[in-house]
């Protein structure tokens, strides 16, 4: 606990953290100090540089910056005396000297500071006027325009650029009178390091920074703000929507809230105008005569619940299977999971988690007893070592990659990379462990072996709080470094170095993601972290952990509901009798205790004949499942498909009737993000057309097929979610209009939990696992040479159904390419941006090709979001045996030109 300073400022006795400066003191007493260069709700460092923050201090030599000048005990502050006032009038003065008066039609009038200041301070016009230097705004990007005649030099911009968001993309250019702000001369905004976040826009205090969507659409007053939860990854981003005569205009940070304080990516900012796309699915639609006609919802709703119940009779309920979506809400695939199991009467549901993250589930699950990230995002900052591996982060999780970015930055964290690729975290890294796809078993264990064989492991820690240890260091015995290094093809000593980096931080945090769990032993590479992690005694304690970044909105949410065929929310094991029996009585209804299908498996029964109908809830499996033409068969032989969606996806364009619902902005509820974060999911908009929310419309099926399904709102499902599900019974919607809260949360009073298995696992023993290393299903041969990975880029989602309609996103990058090496690429007679035929066992595409140094020789990387030229047409539909995870990172392929 941080020494307490006391001071008294304008006669009020404030007490602060020693360390605090005036500025901060003040704030935490409700004192408004003038600043325009300071914005510590975004993280910004005081820079002292535009002087009107100054304060009168007894007892020293002149004013002084409160934004940068240390509280101190005893200390007296003066903020606003005669000459403070005066001050800070010829600051504001000089500002406007060579501002222009436009007012009245800036776009940022009503949240200018500028303007704010001089209304408060009387500046009405400038003494020191002298003719403005008329230069015509820079839109040298789809969204971000800068005027350089409204910009004061504050320095905000530079300031979050570099060390908050740490791109280092703009700066200070010229000299003088010529001052202003930009990428570097003569770079295009499209190959600077610019990632388009447009933090910059939050901070800035004036009009100099804009949206060119926002252009003309409205003043700062008119719009209506609302806050919500970013749609996209799985960081859980709070954004205010900006609102006007029902259309959202533009999304800015929500300062201050949440697990990243306000900060946005790409498409947490600008990949919004999806919202009103002319396409978005506003009638249902029913197949007739081979084609997809508009219907009533009578008539959509009246023939799936007759078709459904035929199916149920003619061939029972486990003919019947539904997928549940992680871009839904809690509620909404709470209700999905209940209709499948006490509606159809079938365990036959799951959702996308099984295509990314259901090892980590059944992984963690069985090592610590908790499927989910040990520590929260905040607490990556504390972390003396970082180990990410098998995690794009600055790309698939853009707000946390910049937390570990500024946790290196800081210099008080030493950053560890394992990825094939060459990624932006590794330009960080204190060492790139670039290990060939498929061998990270033997990577991570010869970590412990080092660890082992240097005596870095935690012993008591090992001797208190685990069970299976002498197993694990039989396992881990042959993985030598110089043994993993002819599997994973990273030098011995680097694997030393990593381990000793790893065990001898006073905190070590891990990081992973889907280049860890998408894998035939993807539940082992989850295990072997836990493995580490326990070994070292880096589990629950601050700057430590296990933390899988999860991949879109909702995923964890649709976990923790219960949208999986093994267990109910809370995760709660259907053939457990005790808990079956506590839901039966809840819902009214015998349930069924055998495991249903999982994602794949549900493609395979249905080509198999043995699946009737399907279900789906805002999934498009084909385009995110593996082997999507043998998923286009599989779909094509069902008796009858239902597809929920805001778009006419690929998947839709299949179904028997089509239902349109309502996208994030348009409906209530809650989202759990990545680190076990519920929060509010609040409505600004109206649904297009007739479409509904994805809870009314289960809800009113459920009712036309005999169960009664009737709750007055979302806020009502969450009560029986929390009545049914412990993790969350201490969740209400009372408590999430002020607050977020991270599960467990076990009563009304608990504050919710930051770190799990503080002092004990949620198993008990946290249990050692020893695994061996087991190569991938398909490696390359001489008929297809290279291995093929596949993943995600930052400006666009999954399968694009929002993003791939967002105008500012599909401007960044409207096409896919596949990356190869430059040495492959000669070798073929390849050059950059060459079409390529990519061939495996299973199907072909033609795409770009971009050649680069990402990937190494024999490797090649491609994108799934792309319907032109889909990734997973190529991909093959081997399964972890445990988790039922397809292999999306490791296959063959064949490349060649494409003419």
Same mark, same amino acid.
């Given at each position: 606990?941080?020494?307490?300073?006391?001071?008294?400022?304008?006669?009020?006795?404030?007490?602060?953290?020693?360390?605090?400066?005036?500025?901060?003191?003040?704030?935490?007493?409700?004192?408004?100090?003038?600043?325009?260069?300071?914005?510590?709700?975004?993280?910004?460092?005081?820079?002292?540089?535009?002087?009107?923050?100054?304060?009168?201090?007894?007892?020293?030599?002149?004013?002084?910056?409160?934004?940068?000048?240390?509280?101190?005990?005893?200390?007296?502050?003066?903020?606003?005396?005669?000459?403070?006032?005066?001050?800070?009038?010829?600051?504001?003065?000089?500002?406007?000297?060579?501002?222009?008066?436009?007012?009245?039609?800036?776009?940022?009038?009503?949240?200018?500071?500028?303007?704010?200041?001089?209304?408060?301070?009387?500046?009405?016009?400038?003494?020191?006027?002298?003719?403005?230097?008329?230069?015509?705004?820079?839109?040298?990007?789809?969204?971000?325009?800068?005027?350089?005649?409204?910009?004061?030099?504050?320095?905000?911009?530079?300031?979050?650029?570099?060390?908050?968001?740490?791109?280092?993309?703009?700066?200070?250019?010229?000299?003088?009178?010529?001052?202003?702000?930009?990428?570097?001369?003569?770079?295009?905004?499209?190959?600077?390091?610019?990632?388009?976040?447009?933090?910059?826009?939050?901070?800035?205090?004036?009009?100099?920074?804009?949206?060119?969507?926002?252009?003309?659409?409205?003043?700062?007053?008119?719009?209506?703000?609302?806050?919500?939860?970013?749609?996209?990854?799985?960081?859980?981003?709070?954004?205010?929507?900006?609102?006007?005569?029902?259309?959202?205009?533009?999304?800015?940070?929500?300062?201050?809230?949440?697990?990243?304080?306000?900060?946005?990516?790409?498409?947490?900012?600008?990949?919004?105008?999806?919202?009103?796309?002319?396409?978005?699915?506003?009638?249902?639609?029913?197949?007739?005569?081979?084609?997809?006609?508009?219907?009533?919802?009578?008539?959509?709703?009246?023939?799936?619940?007759?078709?459904?119940?035929?199916?149920?009779?003619?061939?029972?309920?486990?003919?019947?299977?539904?997928?549940? #979506?992680?871009?839904? +809400? !809690?509620?909404?695939?709470? &209700?999905?999971?209940?209709?499948?199991?006490? $509606? /159809? =009467?079938? %365990?036959?549901?799951?959702?996308?988690?099984?295509?990314?993250?259901?090892?980590?589930?059944?992984?963690?699950?069985?090592?610590?007893? #908790?499927?989910?990230? +040990? !520590?929260?995002?905040?607490? &990556?900052?504390?972390?003396?070592?970082?180990? $990410? /591996? =098998?995690? %794009?982060?600055?790309?698939?999780?853009?707000?946390?990659?910049?937390?570990?970015?500024?946790?290196?930055?800081?210099?008080?964290?030493?950053?560890?990379?394992?990825?094939?690729?060459?990624?932006? &975290?590794?330009?960080?890294?204190?060492?790139?462990?670039?290990?060939?796809?498929?061998?990270?078993?033997?990577?991570?264990?010869?970590?412990?072996?080092?660890?082992?064989?240097?005596?870095?492991?935690?012993?008591?820690?090992?001797?208190?709080?685990?069970?299976?240890?002498?197993?694990?260091?039989?396992?881990?015995?042959?993985?030598?470094?110089?043994?993993?290094?002819?599997?994973?093809?990273?030098?011995?000593?680097?694997?030393?170095?990593?381990?000793?980096?790893?065990?001898?931080?006073?905190?070590?945090?891990?990081?992973?993601?889907?280049?860890?769990?998408?894998?035939?032993?993807?539940?082992?590479?989850?295990?072997?972290?836990?493995?580490?992690?326990?070994?070292?005694?880096?589990?629950?304690?601050?700057?430590?952990?296990?933390?899988?970044?999860?991949?879109?909105?909702?995923?964890?949410?649709?976990?923790?509901?219960?949208?999986?065929?093994?267990?109910?929310?809370?995760?709660?094991?259907?053939?457990?009798?005790?808990?079956?029996?506590?839901?039966?009585?809840?819902?009214?209804?015998?349930?069924?205790?055998?495991?249903?299908?999982?994602?794949?498996?549900?493609?395979?029964?249905?080509?198999?004949?043995?699946?009737?109908?399907?279900?789906?809830?805002?999934?498009?499996?084909?385009?995110?499942?593996?082997?999507?033409?043998?998923?286009?068969?599989?779909?094509?032989?069902?008796?009858?498909?239902?597809?929920?969606?805001?778009?006419?996806?690929?998947?839709?364009?299949?179904?028997?009737?089509?239902?349109?619902?309502?996208?994030?902005?348009?409906?209530?509820?809650?989202?759990?993000?990545?680190?076990?974060?519920?929060?509010?999911?609040?409505?600004?908009?109206?649904?297009?057309?007739?479409?509904?929310?994805?809870?009314?419309?289960?809800?009113?099926?459920?009712?036309?097929?005999?169960?009664?399904?009737?709750?007055?709102?979302?806020?009502?499902?969450?009560?029986?979610?929390?009545?049914?599900?412990?993790?969350?019974?201490?969740?209400?919607?009372?408590?999430?209009?002020?607050?977020?809260?991270?599960?467990?949360?076990?009563?009304?009073?608990?504050?919710?939990?930051?770190?799990?298995?503080?002092?004990?696992?949620?198993?008990?023993?946290?249990?050692?696992?020893?695994?061996?290393?087991?190569?991938?299903?398909?490696?390359?041969?001489?008929?297809?040479?290279?291995?093929?990975?596949?993943?995600?880029?930052?400006?666009?989602?999954?399968?694009?159904?929002?993003?791939?309609?967002?105008?500012?996103?599909?401007?960044?990058?409207?096409?896919?390419?596949?990356?190869?090496?430059?040495?492959?690429?000669?070798?073929?007679?390849?050059?950059?941006?060459?079409?390529?035929?990519?061939?495996?066992?299973?199907?072909?595409?033609?795409?770009?090709?971009?050649?680069?140094?990402?990937?190494?020789?024999?490797?090649?990387?491609?994108?799934?979001?792309?319907?032109?030229?889909?990734?997973?047409?190529?991909?093959?539909?081997?399964?972890?045996?445990?988790?039922?995870?397809?292999?999306?990172?490791?296959?063959?392929?064949?490349?060649?030109?494409?003419?």
């Amino acid at each position: 606990m941080a020494e307490k300073v006391s001071l008294t400022i304008d006669d009020i006795i404030v007490a602060v953290p020693e360390g605090s400066t005036i500025l901060e003191a003040a704030l935490r007493a409700g004192i408004e100090i003038p600043h325009l260069c300071y914005k510590p709700e975004l993280g910004l460092s005081p820079t002292s540089s535009c002087r009107l923050c100054l304060v009168e201090v007894k007892g020293a030599r002149g004013l002084v910056a409160s934004c940068s000048h240390p509280a101190a005990d005893g200390m007296i502050v003066r903020t606003d005396t005669d000459e403070l006032r005066q001050h800070r009038r010829m600051v504001i003065d000089l500002l406007l000297s060579d501002h222009p008066h436009d007012c009245l039609t800036c776009e940022k009038s009503g949240a200018c500071d500028l303007e704010t200041y001089a209304y408060q301070l009387g500046v009405k016009e400038s003494e020191f006027a002298g003719e403005l230097v008329r230069v015509d705004p820079i839109q040298d990007g789809p969204a971000i325009i800068y005027d350089q005649t409204k910009c004061i030099l504050c320095g905000r911009c530079v300031e979050i650029c570099h060390n908050v968001q740490v791109a280092g993309a703009v700066d200070f250019l010229g000299r003088g009178f010529d001052t202003r702000v930009g990428l570097p001369p003569a770079l295009p905004r499209t190959e600077s390091v610019c990632a388009e976040c447009g933090n910059c826009l939050d901070v800035c205090p004036t009009g100099a920074l804009s949206y060119a969507g926002a252009q003309g659409q409205g003043r700062e007053w008119e719009f209506e703000r609302v806050t919500t939860i970013c749609p996209y990854c799985g960081c859980g981003c709070p954004l205010d929507m900006h609102l006007r005569d029902g259309r959202l205009v533009k999304v800015t940070g929500a300062p201050g809230a949440g697990p990243t304080r306000g900060l946005l990516c790409v498409k947490g900012r600008f990949g919004f105008d999806f919202l009103g796309h002319p396409d978005r699915l506003t009638e249902p639609l029913v197949r007739r005569d081979g084609a997809l006609m508009p219907a009533t919802w009578e008539e959509a709703l009246g023939l799936v619940a007759r078709r459904l119940g035929e199916i149920k009779q003619r061939s029972g309920a486990h003919a019947i299977a539904g997928l549940a #979506s992680a871009k839904c +809400t !809690n509620e909404e695939n709470y &209700l999905m999971q209940k209709f499948m199991r006490a $509606v /159809i =009467g079938t %365990n036959n549901v799951d959702h996308c988690a099984r295509l990314c993250h259901a090892s980590t589930v059944a992984g963690l699950a069985r090592a610590f007893g #908790s499927g989910a990230m +040990t !520590n929260s995002i905040d607490d &990556l900052g504390e972390a003396e070592a970082i180990f $990410v /591996i =098998g995690s %794009n982060t600055t790309e698939c999780h853009p707000v946390i990659g910049a937390v570990i970015k500024r946790a290196v930055r800081g210099g008080k964290t030493r950053l560890i990379v394992a990825d094939p690729r060459a990624i932006e &975290l590794t330009e960080y890294a204190d060492l790139h462990l670039q290990q060939k796809p498929g061998t990270d078993v033997a990577l991570i264990n010869a970590l412990a072996h080092v660890i082992l064989e240097e005596g870095l492991e935690d012993e008591q820690f090992i001797g208190e709080r685990t069970e299976g240890f002498e197993e694990l260091r039989l396992a881990v015995e042959p993985y030598t470094p110089e043994f993993a290094e002819k599997i994973t093809g990273v030098p011995a000593p680097n694997l030393a170095e990593a381990a000793r980096i790893y065990a001898r931080a006073g905190g070590a945090a891990i990081v992973y993601s889907m280049g860890i769990t998408q894998h035939t032993t993807g539940t082992d590479n989850v295990l072997a972290l836990a493995n580490l992690a326990m070994l070292t005694g880096n589990i629950g304690r601050p700057g430590t952990g296990v933390n899988p970044l999860r991949g879109q909105n909702n995923v964890q949410g649709a976990c923790d509901m219960g949208a999986l065929p093994d267990v109910y929310s809370g995760y709660q094991k259907v053939a457990d009798g005790h808990v079956r029996s506590k839901f039966e009585h809840a819902w009214g209804v015998s349930l069924p205790d055998s495991t249903g299908l999982t994602v794949v498996e549900m493609m395979e029964a249905a080509a198999g004949g043995k699946l009737k109908a399907i279900y789906i809830m805002g999934e498009n499996p084909m385009l995110s499942d593996p082997d999507i033409s043998h998923v286009e068969e599989a779909l094509r032989g069902l008796d009858f498909l239902v597809v929920q969606d805001i778009f006419l996806t690929e998947t839709a364009q299949l179904a028997d009737v089509v239902l349109p619902a309502a996208a994030f902005a348009e409906k209530n509820g809650c989202f759990t993000n990545t680190e076990r974060r519920v929060q509010r999911v609040r409505k600004g908009l109206e649904p297009p057309g007739d479409a509904r929310a994805d809870w009314n419309i289960t809800c009113e099926l459920a009712g036309r097929m005999g169960y009664v399904m009737s709750y007055a709102d979302v806020a009502a499902v969450h009560e029986e979610i929390a009545e049914t599900t412990p993790i969350y019974s201490g969740i209400t919607y009372d408590r999430l209009e002020t607050q977020s809260l991270q599960w467990p949360c076990s009563d009304a009073e608990h504050p919710g939990t930051a770190i799990l298995h503080k002092d004990r696992f949620t198993r008990g023993l946290g249990k050692f696992h020893p695994v061996t290393f087991i190569p991938p299903k398909e490696l390359p041969d001489d008929d297809y040479p290279f291995l093929l990975s596949t993943g995600r880029i930052l400006e666009h989602f999954h399968t694009g159904t929002m993003s791939r309609h967002s105008e500012v996103l599909g401007r960044l990058v409207s096409v896919g390419a596949i990356e190869i090496n430059p040495t492959d690429a000669h070798r073929l007679g390849i050059a950059d941006g060459d079409p390529v035929k990519v061939t495996s066992r299973r199907g072909r595409i033609e795409i770009a090709a971009r050649v680069t140094e990402r990937v190494t020789p024999g490797t090649v990387f491609l994108a799934f979001h792309f319907r032109e030229a889909p990734a997973n047409r190529l991909t093959i539909a081997a399964l972890d045996p445990v988790a039922k995870i397809p292999e999306f990172k490791v296959c063959a392929v064949k490349v060649e030109p494409a003419r």
